[in-house]
């Protein structure tokens, strides 16, 4: 028997001419199993419908040959496998603008991931947030396409340090949850370029190796075995040279999506396997569409196989260890959006603090699906809290939870003559998350024995019930309100603290309140990252990674039971652009305990782009980050455009009274347009209008003018 185990060292040509030899080798049953997962069911069922309990074969290896096969982990908040490292969310971390944050998130991800025996990282998730209900908004970065881009290539780049294949998904549109098994996209060409593929082409750019597709139709077709989206652009266009495969259930409709692209159907081979062997064998598939499927993923995966690891050795006591805990506490940290202060924020003490809120004592770091982390400890607001005032006089007495939305009467009575009253409120993954629905039909026509794992999977689903979908309601729940109305008559300062995957309307009760601090779903260590945020030992710095707008109809059309919806070039601050709209809070948006003022906005064309440079100082007696963003305004008159795109960010620290010039370079392809008459990319020639400041808004906005 020929032996092809990857060796380490193998080189490019070397690694080539094994999978060549595999390929020549193998059957076309050998060849078609490589092409599809096989086991998740039993191991579904084995492990009580824990997903992700063991490693999950979701593609390649062929015992006989030696090759290996591709173990499948998710998530966006760490590796959905044992007791991994539970991180903020990916929208929290969104609001960080930290790309050498997340760069770190991601080597701890792909360091895990090796511990606990998989190769392959479903992490990155970056689908554009087009409208707030969508209930798996948690697991993206924002609304704006070159953040996300920004964001996910150095997510995708830190797994890879560590030789674990990172796919970036949903390819593509997949941005609403309950009807995301069916509806159908329209789009048209120039939004879809514009608007809603950049961000896959920037971390495709930087390497990620492989491309999970999505289970919405674009324009008619379904995206697993959508041509132009996974042959036209992904391969031809942008010189994909990865492997493609399908999200997990329903995400394969006919063997056909092999000759459009996709190289591997998971979990089970439902529609390729034999199915895929007989078309083959009666004509209607090139064989050599399977050796070429096979040749993208042998390579991909003898590549990562192969190349030297950064660490001797991937042993179960990294999982969780110090350091990785200290990063998800930094982005806890580093994420929380202040959106409201008069002065209530940092907490002074000694003072009198209560807490309140059921979601102040409650285990939620978020979605319940497939991005779920089971981390050794979870802190919630009230511990942290608790611990933070057990080893300081910052909160002046012990802290307890002092009242619930259940009992608002008492809530309130606790809450009287109290210097500051914590509210904590918001969703979990009731309200929010991964739809998976329990009766979820997988299909009849597959081997018996996959069939029998299928309906047991499903038993246990249809047991457990529905869980996740998207948002029937933008604000928060009445009985929340009500009790942050009766808190806030009866303490002296009451400072609210929002738990949610994105923006949730505010207005029918912030006037009422001192401060307002939304954290997300923030981790593992979010409560002792909260306690530090209240009591002032560290600033508030995140930014808001969406557009928080005054009332519902601001925003675009959404039906979470749509079957078919059109998405236009406009959302979010583009959107409240040029429609005139003023948003209750700006994209980019965030307050700070320091002061930043911002001058000397300058511009010049450089090679290859132009450079911008603006200089920031610290007005406070604190040391603080801020985050400096870059917006371009086009010409518009070639072709209709935004008044204005997001085309940089850097995240700065700043010591009492100092200055520093930021300086950013945007390189001519982000000032581009994609002109559907040529179906190519054009510089606009004209004055181009350059803003840098502290958010989206007008009034936080230095701006200049170059001609191009």
């Not at 082409?201 to 959508?226: F, L, P, T, W």
Request: proline share 5%.
């Amino acid at each position: 028997m020929t032996d092809y185990s990857p060796r380490k060292g193998m080189s490019a040509a070397e690694i080539n001419a094994t999978v060549a030899a595999i390929i020549a080798e193998a059957t076309l049953e050998e060849k078609v199993a490589m092409m599809s997962g096989r086991g998740f069911f039993k191991a579904y069922r084995e492990s009580g419908g824990l997903w992700g309990a063991v490693p999950y074969q979701a593609g390649g290896g062929l015992e006989r040959l030696n090759v290996p096969a591709l173990f499948f982990t998710d998530g966006p908040r760490g590796v959905a496998r044992g007791q991994s490292t539970c991180f903020p969310c990916t929208m929290a971390r969104g609001a960080t603008f930290d790309p050498d944050l997340e760069r770190r998130v991601g080597e701890v991800m792909g360091i895990e991931a090796r511990a606990q025996d998989t190769n392959l990282s479903g992490a990155v998730c970056v689908n554009l947030l087009r409208h707030p209900a969508w209930g798996r908004a948690q697991e993206t970065y924002g609304e704006d396409p070159y953040h996300l881009g920004v964001m996910g290539a150095e997510l995708a780049v830190g797994i890879q340090t560590h030789n674990i294949i990172a796919t970036v998904k949903h390819f593509a549109l997949n941005s609403i949850e309950n009807a995301r098994f069916k509806v159908d996209v329209q789009i048209d060409a120039r939004t879809l370029r514009e608007v809603y593929l950049p961000h896959f082409k920037r971390i495709i750019d930087a390497g990620c190796a492989s491309v999970m597709s999505a289970y919405n139709k674009m324009n008619g077709e379904y995206c697993g075995q959508h041509r132009e989206l996974l042959t036209d652009i992904l391969r031809h266009e942008w010189g994909f040279d990865g492997f493609v495969h399908s999200d997990w259930v329903m995400g394969v409709y006919q063997p056909y999506g092999a000759a459009a692209g996709l190289d591997i159907e998971n979990p089970e081979p439902i529609h390729f396997g034999q199915k895929l062997i007989d078309a083959v064998n009666s004509g209607g598939i090139e064989p050599g569409v399977i050796d070429t499927a096979c040749g993208r993923i042998l390579r991909t995966l003898y590549r990562f196989a192969c190349a030297e690891n950064p660490l001797a050795a991937y042993s179960m006591d990294l999982v969780a260890q110090p350091s990785h805990i200290a990063i998800a506490k930094e982005a806890a940290l580093k994420s929380a959006v202040l959106l409201k202060n008069d002065g209530t924020l940092p907490l002074k003490g000694p003072a009198s603090v209560g807490v309140f809120g059921r979601l102040a004592d409650v285990v939620n770091t978020g979605d319940n699906g497939s991005s779920r982390v089971r981390p050794p400890h979870v802190i919630t607001p009230l511990a942290g809290i608790a611990e933070l005032a057990s080893k300081t006089n910052a909160f002046g007495s012990a802290i307890a939870l002092c009242g619930t939305e259940a009992d608002i009467p008492d809530a309130a009575s606790a809450a009287k003559g109290l210097d500051t009253a914590i509210v904590v409120v918001g969703y979990t993954a009731v309200e929010e998350g991964e739809y998976i629905p329990g009766d979820i039909n997988l299909g009849q026509e597959v081997s018996s024995a996959v069939g029998e794992e299928i309906a047991a999977g499903a038993s246990q689903r249809k047991a457990r019930g529905t869980i996740g979908g998207d948002r029937v309601s933008l604000r928060l729940p009445p009985a929340q309100v009500d009790l942050i109305r009766a808190v806030a008559k009866s303490a002296k300062h009451t400072v609210v603290v929002i738990v949610a995957g994105s923006a949730v309307l505010i207005d029918e009760w912030v006037d009422e309140v001192g401060a307002v601090l939304q954290t997300f779903y923030s981790g593992m260590e979010g409560g002792s990252a909260l306690a530090e945020l209240l009591d002032g030992t560290v600033s508030p710095s995140g930014k808001l990674p969406f557009t928080i707008a005054a009332k519902e109809e601001d925003y675009p059309f959404f039906d979470k039971d749509a079957d078919a919806i059109t998405y236009g070039p406009y959302h979010g601050y583009t959107l409240m652009d040029r429609d005139g709209k003023e948003p209750a809070f700006a994209f980019g948006y965030g307050l700070s305990y320091a002061s930043f003022t911002y001058r000397a906005l300058n511009v010049r064309r450089a090679a290859g782009g132009i450079e911008a440079w603006v200089s920031v100082r610290n007005e406070s007696s604190i040391t603080a980050d801020e985050v400096v963003q870059l917006y371009i305004g086009p010409p518009g008159k070639a072709a209709e455009r935004p008044t204005k795109l997001l085309r940089g960010f850097k995240r700065i620290t700043l010591g009492p009274g100092e200055t520093r010039a930021v300086r950013m370079f945007v390189p001519e392809a982000d000032l581009c347009w994609w002109n559907p008459e040529t179906r190519s990319w054009a510089l606009e020639s004209g004055v181009h209008t350059v803003m840098m400041g502290s958010s989206s808004r007008v009034q936080d906005l230095l701006s200049t003018h170059i001609n191009l």
